[in-house]
């Protein structure tokens, strides 16, 4: 089942999708803006990856697909934890010139719903790494996640430590927030 935005679609990543994962998974300046680790990868680490996620079903990553641009990142939703309800969201847009039109508000819109309507969670968390201020703007202004924590230098990046903000959103607060705007109109 292929998750259906406004602007895009949230599918299976398949074995195609590899070289460009791995092109953007060699690239320092996204890898800078995101939380975790990331060492260079080969094609042979990337395909033993795909065969490891596609069997969990805890962790789930997909591809982000734009009708006319094709294959542009990735979403997730890890770390589900069925009893309580709640899973860890992260996302990747892979081509800069893409961000800042709208795409990323349509993917975390589609995860939130994909997982309060169709999975029955009750809650997301997040992180955002204190320099990013894109990823703040989009999930604190624009999609209406709320700072849960700040865990004081975290990360180190570029020879320093920076903070992890750490953000969550509730099934209600994504109620309330479709109602507000009308997003799915």
Request: a neutral charge.
């Amino acid at each position: 089942m292929n998750i259906k935005g406004k602007i895009v679609s949230l599918r299976a990543i398949e074995k195609e999708d590899l070289e460009l994962l791995n092109k953007w998974s060699n690239d320092p300046e996204i890898q800078y803006m995101l939380g975790g680790w990331h060492a260079p990868s080969s094609m042979l680490v990337m395909e033993d990856w795909l065969k490891r996620i596609s069997m969990d079903s805890l962790n789930q990553r997909l591809a982000i697909q734009h009708d006319e641009l094709g294959l542009i990142g990735t979403a997730n939703l890890v770390d589900i934890n069925w009893k309580d309800k709640n899973a860890f969201h992260g996302m990747l847009l892979g081509d800069k010139d893409i961000r800042g039109k709208g795409i990323g508000v349509d993917v975390v819109f589609s995860i939130m719903r994909y997982a309060f309507e169709e999975l029955g969670l009750n809650r997301l968390d997040g992180s955002i790494i204190d320099y990013n201020g894109a990823s703040k703007k989009l999930y604190l202004e624009k999609c209406g996640w709320k700072v849960e924590g700040t865990l004081r230098q975290w990360y180190w990046r570029k020879n320093s430590y920076w903070d992890k903000i750490v953000v969550g959103v509730t099934r209600q607060d994504y109620f309330d927030l479709i109602k507000s705007t009308n997003y799915w109109g």
